[in-house]
């Protein structure tokens, strides 16, 4: 990884963009991108209400398919239709501020029991990814900061987000997967992109 500050202000822009673009159903503005945003990469784009930080929709690709840019402008068109939430109006895009996630590749956490799977997680930095069988859920590493989870809180939460018993990551056939990311988030409707420090969000709860 090892995105810069500019990077993390283009994909947030370019993400901003494509929600406008898309709640307006008009054609999506030409963004001029470095070399690396040709490069497939793992990415989320998150929509938070403002100010009150309530989540209007999250959508994105856990592993490198797509060109970043290609993810970018999906994840975020997929934001504004997350199944979870009605369809994001054309009148909320001054009420919500967005978020990009840049993501590692997800890594197959490896342990002797599943009792060691809390001490192979660390919070503020790792997201989590649970399967079992067909099941999938996924966690992103700023969700247990901003509910202060401890780690096996977080796990029981990545069960249940695939839809799993909260004590599915005990089961010998569970397979779990950390990975990392990379955030920048507006602070206000298009207003000023800053990267987020998990770490010391973390510290301060």
């Known amino acids: 990884m090892g995105y810069s500050e500019e990077d993390g202000t283009l994909a947030v822009r370019i993400a901003r963009e494509a929600v406008e673009a898309h709640v307006a159903a008009r054609t999506l503005d030409a963004f001029s991108v470095p070399p690396h945003f040709d490069e497939k990469a793992g990415v989320f784009v998150t929509i938070n209400q403002h100010p009150e930080g309530l989540l209007r929709g999250c959508i994105g690709y856990p592993s490198p398919f797509f060109p970043l840019i290609k993810a970018l402008v999906q994840a975020a068109e997929g934001a504004c239709e997350d199944p979870r939430f ?34 192979a997680i660390e919070i503020g930095t790792d997201g989590i990814i649970v399967a079992q069988g067909p099941a999938r859920g996924l966690l992103l590493p700023q969700v247990p900061v901003e509910w202060a989870w401890g780690a096996e809180e977080f796990l029981a939460e990545g069960c249940m987000k695939a839809g799993l018993l909260p004590d599915a990551w005990l089961d010998e056939s569970t397979r779990l997967y950390k990975f990392q990311s990379e955030i920048f988030a507006e602070l206000e409707p298009r207003g000023q992109i800053v990267r987020r420090n998990l770490r010391a969000e973390h510290a301060r709860h």
């Open 86 to 119: 009605p369809p994001l109006g054309r009148e909320e895009t001054d009420r919500v501020v967005v978020e990009v996630s840049l993501l590692t590749r997800p890594e197959l956490i490896e342990v002797r029991k599943p009792k060691e799977y809390p001490r």
